[in-house]
């Protein structure tokens, strides 16, 4: 029997992987017996549950959606199964639920009232992307999405830059996947040319490229990562 | 045949609990094939080896060591069988290699020498305690240790408010063990009542534990965690 908590599962980064390529075999122990999720995407959870297992009986599971258009106070009800002593999981569209993604606001709730939680081990970009730089990791910061206007975008640039200099902190952020380009070529216009650029992309994929070069290199090399999933670290 | 490169094998965080609670299958293929491995201790990379395959020939396999005690000149001699076509491996304690420990001056040496870098999939209790904390894992800093002195120590913790209560950034640090009774001691006493303090211990083992209250709560309850390991967010 499994303890009643709030699993929360990561999902692969990398859609044609098998899972064994980047989840323990122990998370499926708890999939295979909870009823209730908490998803991002119904279809996509199903895709995924399918695929850790393919004789799961989909048909005997409730799924409940949490989404950017989820309101606040619709969160709350969404752990009732686990108040009433059933094992809840959450499933996110992928990496590691809760990090950049709306569960947090979920787990927060559980948090609140007193209930267990229980992460699960899989791959996140961000960790997969900073053990992979070289970049300081014992100081590091993930900053989501960079500022789309000016002078916000501009002024976090230069924040970053002063924390990479005065408390040597790695700075990790990300962009949309169609402006990967343009934000590299801003970053080479903008900040110092020995300031070291790690773009990682594709991760744990067969493609996969983890690349750190000073920013005057990256102005010379015009890599392509147009539409292709990436993510960003300065040090 | 496994293409060379230098992968970075993370390593479970509870020593008790067998491989396949927080390790891919898939790292294991790498594991099986790498004849050249960095670690920071031999005896606990030789145990981790056999646990991960009972059948893996140790005497076959050359370790070299990197810990904090090796000269930033003898970091990159390191990677002599890697330059020669072998595929190399890292192995940490515990965690994944190069997020905090030495590994991250080897990835760093890699990336300046354009070899090739596969991180792979495994526990990290930072990313681990963000997921369980329910706190913002859109915008994070890990901090390492505190500094121990005043007034560097009481500095740091007024940044790190400033930074939650102006950036909504989650501040993830750590302690010595046997500290972490105290450290809570401090934390209720200087910071804000209402400011959220999440304590991960013991992750991925039996007696796990993560908890999410005010800082008012931990005052009274004065739970005990002395000598466990931990992990401190702060939202």
Same mark, same amino acid.
């Given at each position: 029997m499994l303890v009643p908590?709030l699993?929360?599962?990561p999902v692969?980064l990398d859609?044609?992987?098998?899972v064994? *390529?980047?989840?323990?075999?122990?998370?499926l %122990?708890?999939?295979r017996?909870?009823? =209730?999720f908490v998803? @991002? /995407?119904i279809?996509?959870?199903?895709r995924?549950?399918?695929?850790c297992? *393919?004789d799961?009986d989909?048909?005997?599971? %409730?799924?409940a959606?949490?989404d950017? =258009?989820?309101a606040? @106070? /619709?969160?709350a009800?969404?752990?009732?199964?686990l108040?009433e002593?059933?094992?809840?999981?959450v499933i996110?569209?992928?990496g590691c639920?809760?990090?950049?993604d709306?569960?947090?606001d979920?787990?927060?709730?559980?948090?609140?009232k007193?209930?267990k939680?229980v992460?699960?081990v899989?791959p996140s970009s961000i960790l997969?992307?900073?053990?992979?730089?070289?970049?300081?990791g014992q100081?590091?910061?993930?900053?989501?999405y960079?500022?789309?206007?000016?002078p916000?975008?501009?002024?976090k640039?230069?924040?970053m830059?002063r924390?990479?200099?005065?408390e040597r902190?790695t700075?990790?952020f990300?962009e949309?996947p169609?402006r990967?380009?343009r934000l590299?070529?801003?970053?080479?216009a903008?900040?110092?040319g020995d300031?070291?650029?790690?773009?990682a992309?594709?991760?744990?994929?067969?493609?996969e490229?983890i690349?750190t070069l000073?920013?005057?290199?990256w102005k010379?090399?015009k890599l392509?990562?147009?539409?292709?999933?990436?993510?960003f670290?300065?040090?």
């Open positions: 908590a699993y929360l599962f692969p859609n044609d992987a098998p064994g *390529r980047s989840l323990p075999p122990f998370n %122990e708890p999939l017996e909870i009823r =209730h998803v @991002e /995407d279809r996509s959870a199903r995924f549950l399918k695929k297992d *393919r799961i989909i048909d005997r599971i %409730e799924f959606v949490l950017e =258009h989820t606040p @106070e /619709d969160v009800p969404l752990l009732r199964p108040e002593g059933n094992p809840m999981g996110s569209e992928a639920p809760a990090v950049a709306p569960g947090a979920l787990v927060a709730v559980a948090q609140r007193g209930l939680v992460p699960l899989g997969l992307a900073l053990m992979g730089s070289g970049f300081n100081s590091f910061a993930f900053n989501g960079l500022p789309i206007r000016q916000q975008r501009g002024a640039l230069k924040e830059e924390r990479i200099v005065r902190q700075q990790i990300i949309t169609y990967n380009n590299i070529a801003e970053l080479t903008s900040l110092p300031r070291l650029l790690c773009v992309s594709d991760l744990t994929g067969e493609k490229r690349k000073p920013l005057s290199r010379q090399e392509d990562f147009d539409k292709i999933p990436a993510i670290l300065l040090f």
